[in-house]
C-alpha cells in the first residue's frame, strides 16, 4: 500500500517493489539524468502537477503525443462521453471509420488504414506487410532511429535505447535481426533485389533531433523505386504533428507505408499503418498478413483522436510553429548568455538540443554518430535545475522537446525566464 499523502520517493521506491525498475518505460526511471521520477498527480496545458504538488512546465507533452496541451476540454468531453457507452466492444465503431478517412485524407498516399494499439505495432505490422506484398525477407533502418521494440527493429535504435547505452536488447535472437541491414542516416544505401524495404522516420525524432539532408529522402525514394522495395515512413512521431500531412507534404516525398501513432489518439494509446489500397488490401481479411488486436480502434481513443483533430487547422499549426521557433531561438539566447554551451535545432514544430559546444555554433547533426557526442552530463545537469525550478525537460538527452498549443508566448517567456538561471546554476557546476 502507498502511504496517504505520498512522496515522489516513496512513489518510487513502492514502484521498484512490483514494476521492473519502477517504471513502465525504462527512461521514465531518470537513469542517465539521477534524482527521483516525479510521479504525475494531474495535468492541465502546458503545466503537469506531480504527487507533492510541485507544478512545472511541461516540455515533455507525453512525448509528443500532446499537442492541444493537457486535458484540453474538447478532449476530456469527448472521452467521457464515448465512455459512457462502453470502454471497449471487440466490434467495428463507426468512429474508427471516421479516424481512418480522417488519416486518409490528409497523409499523402494513404488511402487505406489499419489502426493499432501502439506506434510499435503500427511499425512491426508495416515491416510484415512490406515483406508480404514484395515477398523479399531483409529490410533496412538507420541508425539512430527508434522504430519501438519489435525485435527487428531494435537493432542500432535511439532514444531510450541510446540512453541506456545498449545497441539493442538481451532476448533478441541473432534470427530476428539477421535480415535487418543498418545504415547511416542522411546516407542513401544501396538496395538490392532482396530488401522488402526500407524503413526512416524522416526527420529523426529519437536521436535528439536530425533533420534530413536535402536530397535524403527523395534519394530514398528513387533507390526504393529501383529496385522495386517499399519505402516506410515512421510518422508516429512527426504525423499530424509537423502539419496535416505530416513529414511527408513537408518535404514532397511519398512512402509506400506510413505508420501513425501520438497526436491522432489524442493522448490514448494508439497507432495506425496506411498505404495504398493495392498494399493494404495483403492484409488480413482481405490478404495472407495476418495482423490482429483485441483493443485496436478502441472507441475512447477514437473519440480522443477525432476531437485533436478536429482542432488542428492551418492557423493552430501556424500558432504552434511560431510558439516552437520562440521556445527555439530563446533558448539559444538563453543558453549561451549563461555560458552553458548547447546547440538548438528546430525542425517546425519541433525542437532539439545537444549539449557541448559541438563543431561550430549553429551546429546540427547529421546521424547517429553525430548525435551521441552531446554531452550527457551537462545535460543531465542541465535537467536537475531546471526541474528544481518548474520545467520538466524529458529524463534523457536524446529526446525531442515538445510545445503544444497551451504554451502560449507567456508561459515560454516564464520557462526561459527560469531556464537563465538553471543554465546559468548548471554551467557552473
Given at each position: 500500500?502507498?502511504?496517504?499523502?505520498?512522496?515522489?520517493?516513496?512513489?518510487?521506491?513502492?514502484?521498484?517493489?512490483?514494476?521492473?525498475?519502477?517504471v513502465?518505460?525504462?527512461?521514465?526511471?531518470?537513469?542517465?539524468?539521477?534524482?527521483t521520477?516525479?510521479?504525475?498527480?494531474?495535468?492541465?496545458?502546458?503545466?503537469?502537477?506531480?504527487?507533492?504538488?510541485?507544478?512545472?512546465?511541461?516540455?515533455?507533452?507525453?512525448?509528443?503525443?500532446?499537442?492541444?496541451?493537457?486535458?484540453h476540454?474538447?478532449?476530456?468531453?469527448?472521452?467521457?462521453?464515448?465512455?459512457?457507452?462502453?470502454?471497449?466492444?471487440?466490434?467495428?465503431?463507426?468512429?474508427?471509420?471516421?479516424?481512418?478517412?480522417?488519416?486518409?485524407?490528409?497523409?499523402?498516399?494513404?488511402?487505406?488504414?489499419?489502426?493499432?494499439?501502439?506506434?510499435?505495432?503500427?511499425?512491426?505490422?508495416?515491416?510484415?506487410?512490406?515483406?508480404?506484398?514484395?515477398?523479399?525477407?531483409?529490410?533496412?533502418?538507420?541508425?539512430g532511429?527508434?522504430?519501438?521494440?519489435?525485435?527487428?527493429?531494435?537493432?542500432?535504435?535511439?532514444?531510450?535505447?541510446?540512453?541506456?547505452?545498449?545497441?539493442?536488447?538481451?532476448?533478441?535472437?541473432?534470427?530476428?535481426?539477421?535480415?535487418?541491414?543498418?545504415?547511416?542516416?542522411?546516407?542513401?544505401?544501396?538496395?538490392?533485389?532482396?530488401?522488402?524495404?526500407?524503413?526512416?522516420?524522416?526527420?529523426?525524432?529519437?536521436?535528439?533531433?536530425?533533420?534530413?539532408?536535402?536530397?535524403?529522402?527523395?534519394?530514398?525514394?528513387?533507390?526504393?523505386?529501383?529496385v522495386?522495395?517499399?519505402?516506410?515512413?515512421?510518422?508516429?512521431i512527426?504525423?499530424?504533428?509537423?502539419?496535416?500531412?505530416?513529414?511527408?507534404?513537408?518535404?514532397?516525398?511519398?512512402?509506400?507505408?506510413?505508420?501513425?501513432?501520438?497526436?491522432?489518439?489524442?493522448?490514448?494509446?494508439?497507432?495506425?499503418?496506411?498505404?495504398?489500397?493495392?498494399?493494404?488490401?495483403?492484409?488480413?481479411?482481405?490478404?495472407?498478413?495476418?495482423?490482429?488486436?483485441?483493443?485496436?480502434?478502441?472507441?475512447?481513443?477514437?473519440?480522443?483522436?477525432?476531437?485533436?483533430?478536429?482542432?488542428?487547422?492551418?492557423?493552430?499549426?501556424?500558432?504552434?510553429?511560431?510558439?516552437?521557433?520562440?521556445?527555439?531561438?530563446?533558448?539559444?539566447?538563453?543558453?549561451?548568455?549563461?555560458?552553458?554551451?548547447?546547440?538548438?535545432?528546430r525542425?517546425?514544430?519541433?525542437?532539439?538540443?545537444?549539449?557541448?559546444?559541438?563543431?561550430?555554433?549553429?551546429?546540427?547533426?547529421?546521424?547517429?554518430?553525430?548525435?551521441?557526442?552531446?554531452?550527457?552530463?551537462?545535460?543531465?545537469?542541465?535537467?536537475?535545475e531546471?526541474?528544481?525550478?518548474?520545467?520538466a525537460?524529458?529524463?534523457?538527452?536524446?529526446?525531442?522537446?515538445?510545445?503544444s498549443?497551451?504554451?502560449?508566448?507567456?508561459?515560454?517567456?516564464?520557462?526561459?525566464?527560469?531556464?537563465?538561471?538553471?543554465?546559468?546554476?548548471?554551467?557552473?557546476?
Open positions: 500500500m502507498t502511504e496517504p499523502h505520498p512522496t515522489n520517493t516513496g512513489l518510487f521506491e513502492a514502484a521498484r517493489r512490483v514494476i521492473p525498475g519502477g513502465n518505460s525504462p527512461v521514465r526511471a531518470f537513469g542517465s539524468v539521477g534524482g521520477p516525479y510521479f504525475v498527480e494531474s495535468a492541465s496545458g502546458p503545466y503537469v502537477t506531480d504527487a507533492e504538488g510541485q507544478q512545472y512546465i511541461d516540455f515533455v507533452q507525453s512525448y509528443g503525443a500532446i499537442i492541444l496541451g493537457h486535458a476540454p474538447a478532449v476530456t468531453e469527448a472521452v467521457v462521453s464515448a465512455a459512457a457507452d462502453g470502454t471497449s466492444y471487440g466490434a467495428p465503431t463507426a468512429r474508427e471509420v471516421a479516424l481512418a478517412e480522417r488519416i486518409a485524407c490528409a497523409a499523402p498516399g494513404v488511402s487505406q488504414v489499419r489502426l493499432t494499439s501502439s506506434g510499435t505495432e503500427a511499425t512491426m505490422t508495416a515491416v510484415r506487410l512490406a515483406r508480404g506484398f514484395t515477398g523479399r525477407p531483409r529490410i533496412v533502418k538507420f541508425a532511429c527508434y522504430h519501438g521494440h519489435a525485435d527487428s527493429l531494435l537493432a542500432a535504435g535511439g532514444s531510450g535505447v541510446a540512453t541506456l547505452g545498449l545497441s539493442g536488447s538481451a532476448g533478441v535472437p541473432p534470427s530476428a535481426v539477421a535480415d535487418t541491414v543498418v545504415a547511416p542516416y542522411n546516407v542513401v544505401p544501396e538496395l538490392d533485389d532482396q530488401i522488402a524495404a526500407v524503413v526512416v522516420e524522416p526527420v529523426a525524432a529519437n536521436m535528439g533531433l536530425v533533420p534530413p539532408v536535402s536530397g535524403f529522402l527523395e534519394g530514398l525514394r528513387q533507390a526504393c523505386d529501383e522495386g522495395a517499399l519505402l516506410i515512413f515512421d510518422e508516429v512527426t504525423g499530424f504533428r509537423l502539419g496535416l500531412g505530416g513529414a511527408a507534404e513537408r518535404y514532397g516525398v511519398t512512402a509506400d507505408i506510413s505508420c501513425f501513432g501520438k497526436v491522432i489518439g489524442g493522448g490514448l494509446p494508439i497507432g495506425a499503418l496506411g498505404a495504398r489500397t493495392e498494399i493494404m488490401e495483403t492484409l488480413a481479411p482481405t490478404g495472407p498478413v495476418y495482423q490482429a488486436g483485441t483493443l485496436s480502434g478502441n472507441p475512447l481513443a477514437t473519440a480522443a483522436g477525432l476531437a485533436a483533430l478536429d482542432q488542428l487547422t492551418p492557423e493552430a499549426y501556424a500558432q504552434l510553429e511560431a510558439r516552437a521557433s520562440q521556445f527555439a531561438d530563446g533558448m539559444r539566447g538563453v543558453l549561451a548568455g549563461a555560458g552553458f554551451d548547447a546547440n538548438v535545432c525542425v517546425g514544430t519541433l525542437v532539439g538540443l545537444y549539449c557541448g559546444a559541438g563543431p561550430a555554433s549553429g551546429w546540427v547533426p547529421a546521424d547517429y554518430d553525430d548525435a551521441r557526442t552531446t554531452d550527457e552530463q551537462a545535460y543531465a545537469r542541465l535537467h536537475a531546471l526541474l528544481a525550478r518548474g520545467v525537460f524529458a529524463p534523457g538527452a536524446y529526446e525531442a522537446m515538445f510545445v498549443l497551451a504554451h502560449t508566448v507567456e508561459v515560454i517567456d516564464k520557462a526561459l525566464a527560469l531556464m537563465a538561471d538553471a543554465a546559468a546554476a548548471a554551467a557552473g557546476l
